[in-house]
């Protein structure tokens, strides 16, 4: 097989087992699979799979695309002007999980391949992705066990793969105008050749693969606590900056939609409700003001 062959077996199956893995995790609702077809001059498509007001997760999204077209949008070339004018392939699963319960952070974790083309030079191609934790009643075991897993993907790549992509993850993952990260993040990833085609696909491999096993627990060991009305709203409230970062910073979300690619695919990792306050501040000492003390980067791993 081909790079993008096997990149595209990978993800497919992918997209499956993570599907089947929070399945067995909400226990109630299923993923309703949206298989969609880009039409005209821009090729490719993909399979949007969705869940809804499950028994845990009020709403879910794991999907997958495969689109091409004979330009790179410019979320792409601003980093690399390069290839300003290449064709290009690009593929990825990407998803989002919105539980109900508070006390239940959102996860969201991409892993992709793009590769460009030019007429008389050599293909460039690269991968990226990760995986970043938005809670909004953190527990710090929670957290702690959320690197744990991220780290134990990165070891096997070098010793210092785990340091630089949750810095990056830190770096990326960060609202400049609230001054803030957007949660506890994880790993983060991109432009990733330097490895050579084997060794850079088996560690996007392993960051996909570890998802799963960073999430699931954290969800089974969550998803029975208790909560009320003051949660649920804090919950709404916070997920305001989650929708305003995808909007506004998301790189994925722009090369998406200046690519011409389904709208509401690329949206479908916006929450179902949300809330926006004038200017709230949680009380000092409360529950939510504990959050503040987690929205910095900081060493999860020590000691």
Same mark, same amino acid.
């Given at each position: 097989?081909?790079?993008l062959?096997?990149?595209?077996?990978?993800?497919?199956?992918?997209?499956?087992?993570?599907?089947?893995d929070?399945?067995?995790?909400?226990?109630?609702?299923?993923f309703?699979?949206?298989?969609?077809? $880009? @039409?005209g001059?821009? =090729?490719? #498509? *993909?399979?949007t799979?969705?869940?809804?007001?499950?028994?845990v997760? %009020?709403?879910?999204?794991?999907?997958?695309?495969?689109?091409?077209?004979?330009?790179?949008?410019?979320?792409?070339?601003?980093?690399?002007?390069?290839?300003?004018?290449?064709?290009?392939?690009?593929?990825?699963?990407?998803?989002?999980?919105?539980?109900?319960?508070?006390?239940?952070?959102?996860?969201?974790?991409?892993?992709?391949?793009f590769?460009?083309e030019?007429?008389?030079?050599?293909?460039?191609w690269?991968f990226?992705?990760?995986?970043?934790?938005?809670?909004?009643?953190p527990?710090?075991?929670?957290?702690?066990?959320?690197?744990?897993t991220?780290?134990?993907?990165?070891d096997?790549?070098?010793?210092?793969?785990?340091?630089?992509?949750k810095?990056?993850?830190?770096?990326?993952?960060?609202?400049?105008? $609230? @001054?803030?990260t957007? =949660?506890? #993040? *994880?790993?983060?990833?991109d432009?990733?050749?330097?490895?050579?085609? %084997?060794?850079?696909?088996?560690?996007?491999?392993?960051?996909?693969?570890?998802?799963?096993k960073?999430?699931?627990?954290?969800?089974?060991?969550?998803?029975?606590?208790?909560?009320?009305?003051?949660?649920?709203?804090?919950?709404?409230?916070?997920?305001?900056?989650?929708v305003?970062?995808?909007?506004?910073?998301?790189?994925?979300t722009?090369?998406?939609?200046?690519?011409?690619?389904?709208?509401?695919?690329?949206?479908?990792?916006l929450?179902?409700l949300?809330?926006?306050?004038?200017?709230?501040?949680?009380?000092e000492?409360?529950?939510?003001?504990?959050?503040?003390?987690?929205?910095s980067?900081?060493?999860w791993?020590?000691?």
């Amino acid at each position: 097989m081909n790079m993008l062959e096997q990149v595209k077996a990978y993800l497919l199956d992918l997209q499956d087992r993570i599907c089947a893995d929070l399945e067995r995790a909400d226990g109630q609702a299923r993923f309703v699979e949206d298989a969609w077809t $880009r @039409e005209g001059r821009l =090729g490719g #498509g *993909g399979r949007t799979r969705v869940m809804n007001d499950g028994a845990v997760i %009020e709403k879910g999204g794991v999907n997958f695309s495969h689109v091409q077209g004979d330009q790179l949008p410019p979320a792409a070339t601003a980093s690399r002007p390069e290839l300003a004018g290449c064709s290009y392939h690009a593929m990825g699963v990407s998803l989002v999980i919105h539980p109900h319960n508070p006390y239940i952070p959102t996860s969201h974790a991409n892993v992709r391949f793009f590769i460009a083309e030019k007429e008389g030079a050599e293909p460039i191609w690269w991968f990226g992705g990760g995986y970043d934790l938005t809670p909004y009643y953190p527990f710090e075991e929670d957290c702690i066990h959320w690197h744990e897993t991220a780290k134990a993907a990165a070891d096997p790549f070098g010793e210092n793969v785990y340091d630089e992509h949750k810095r990056w993850c830190d770096e990326y993952f960060y609202l400049k105008h $609230r @001054e803030e990260t957007r =949660g506890v #993040g *994880g790993l983060f990833f991109d432009d990733l050749n330097e490895w050579g085609f %084997e060794r850079s696909f088996a560690y996007m491999q392993a960051v996909g693969d570890s998802y799963t096993k960073a999430y699931v627990p954290i969800i089974e060991k969550r998803k029975d606590h208790e909560y009320g009305e003051r949660q649920r709203d804090f919950q709404l409230y916070r997920r305001g900056r989650y929708v305003e970062f995808n909007l506004v910073f998301d790189r994925g979300t722009l090369f998406g939609l200046q690519s011409g690619g389904r709208t509401e695919s690329i949206l479908m990792s916006l929450p179902p409700l949300v809330k926006w306050g004038y200017n709230w501040q949680a009380e000092e000492g409360s529950e939510e003001a504990r959050l503040n003390a987690f929205l910095s980067p900081r060493d999860w791993l020590k000691g």
